[in-house]
């Protein structure tokens, strides 16, 4: 069964770092569109950033330039680097590995930022 398994999350200030990881079980990163999203209480899921198979990023408006998405291919690893952060980053935060056939999630990350 295929796992995808975030980390990383936590309780920090305003101002802060955390950086998130995604690790899988029984699925390859390499062959996927790895994506961050995350949810906020009362407000759709939303896209943070995402990695095309080829290494193009891109970010929502409101994390670039504080947000960096990265892979670990020999790790089978994604990581969501957040400085900065701003109480309105709380949210849950949730691994996404996305191609053509397949689309699996992971159960997600609690990041709260507090002012």
């Known amino acids: 069964q295929v796992q995808l398994v975030e980390s990383g999350g936590g309780l920090v200030q305003a101002g802060g770092s955390l950086r998130l990881s995604c690790a899988g079980s029984?699925?390859?990163?390499?062959?996927?569109?790895m994506g961050w999203y995350r949810q906020a209480p009362g407000k759709q899921r939303e896209l943070v950033a995402a990695?095309?198979?080829?290494?193009?990023?891109n970010y929502a408006d409101s994390v670039q330039g504080r947000f960096t998405i990265s892979r670990d291919r020999a790790k089978n690893t994604v990581y969501l680097q957040m400085n900065s952060l701003k109480p309105e980053d709380t949210a849950v935060y949730f691994c996404?590995?996305?191609?053509?056939?397949?689309?699996?999630w992971g159960q997600g990350t609690q990041v709260t930022v507090s002012s």
């Open positions: 029984r699925i390859i990163f390499s062959i996927f569109t």
């Open positions: 996404n590995a996305r191609n053509a056939v397949y689309d699996y």
């Open positions: 990695v095309s198979t080829g290494g193009i990023t």
